[in-house]
């Protein structure tokens, strides 16, 4: 079993930036691969991002590729989503992920643990 809980999630201008954090609780999360999700409202989740266990491998949606850069700290058992250059289309329910497996992927049905959300708002 894996908690997770999100943090850093906020209202910022368009242009701005933001850092989200997800710390993970319970089994070993440096063997779990990590990934970012959101969903605004009337919408589906997406894929935002992901990383492998160790770091080494990363994935993200073309919508962010460039502008956000995910990262983790397996000592301190947190995964980061750091956000630059938001657009106001980045408005959404950011959720972390955990999936058991070593490496990234970018499905939803892939990721087995999920946390509970944090709000980021970008005004234009």
């Known amino acids: 079993q894996v908690q997770l809980v999100e943090s850093g999630g906020g209202l910022v201008q368009a242009g701005g930036s933001l850092r989200l954090s997800c710390a993970a609780s319970?089994?070993?999360?440096?063997?779990?691969?990590m990934g970012w999700f959101r969903q605004a409202p009337g919408k589906e989740r997406e894929f935002v991002t992901a990383?492998?266990?160790?770091?080494?491998?990363?994935y993200y949606a073309d919508s962010v590729k460039g502008r956000f850069t995910i990262s983790r700290d397996n000592a301190k058992n947190t995964v980061y989503l750091q956000m630059n250059s938001l657009k106001p289309e980045d408005t959404a329910v950011y959720y972390c992920?955990?999936?058991?497996?070593?490496?990234?992927?970018?499905?939803?049905?892939?990721?087995?643990?999920w946390g509970q959300g944090t709000q980021v708002t970008v005004s234009s």
């Open positions: 319970g089994r070993t999360f440096s063997r779990c691969a």
């Open positions: 990383i492998s266990w160790s770091g080494g491998t990363t």
């Open positions: 992920a955990a999936r058991d497996g070593s490496s990234p992927a970018r499905r939803r049905y892939e990721y087995r643990y």
